[in-house]
């Protein structure tokens, strides 16, 4: 019974987790919004169902990536706050691992959605749907102040408390 209710709780510090890397790092928001435009070209377009599949878990990658990475650079600035190579170069690779995740979604994605008349796709329903054409590149505006707007830093944890 013990280790079952272990194991759930396990499900709500990966949730929380998440939710602070998405409510704290803007790269994390970024690619969020860049999942859901992504989402919404492949209804639009009507992808099959492997290249959902690919899709999917090229979104999975990067926005693993990303929590990893955020994971990594929180740790590394723990440790010292200090100039350090060492430091310095785990957290360069740790990007470096965000930027090639991207890239290959990226790649998989233009692979994905400019092959087999996908763009003449996208442009007649753009066409013959402009209200929600227009909703979806509205969209964008609010989802910019979303992603870069600087965020205030909530509570400090203990940690924080003892640094200062």
């Known amino acids: 019974m013990r280790t079952r ?6 499900f709500g510090y990966a949730g929380r987790g998440l939710f602070q890397t998405v409510r704290r790092e803007r790269n994390m928001r970024f690619h969020c919004c860049a999942a859901l435009y992504v989402i919404a070209a492949g209804i639009v377009t ?5 290249e959902w599949g690919v899709v999917l878990v090229c979104i999975g990658a990067v926005l ?6 955020t994971a990594a650079e929180h ?4 440790i010292t706050r ?4 060492e430091i310095r170069q785990a957290k360069d690779s740790a990007a470096g691992g965000v930027l090639i995740a991207a890239a290959a979604a990226a790649a998989a994605g233009s692979v994905i959605f ?4 996908r763009p003449a796709l996208a442009w007649a329903f753009a066409r013959e749907h402009t209200a929600l054409a227009a ?14 707007w600087p965020r205030k830093r909530g509570r400090k944890s203990e940690a924080e408390k003892e640094e200062e």
């Open 114 to 117: 400019f092959s087999n008349g």
């Open 82 to 85: 200090a100039q350090d190579p």
């Open 135 to 148: 909703a979806l590149l509205a969209a964008a505006v609010p989802l910019g102040f979303w992603i870069f």
């Open 5 to 10: 209710k272990r194991f759930l709780h396990s």
């Open 75 to 78: 740790l590394a600035d723990r």
């Open 46 to 50: 009507r992808i099959s169902t492997a």
């Open 64 to 69: 693993a990536a990303e929590c990893m990475n």
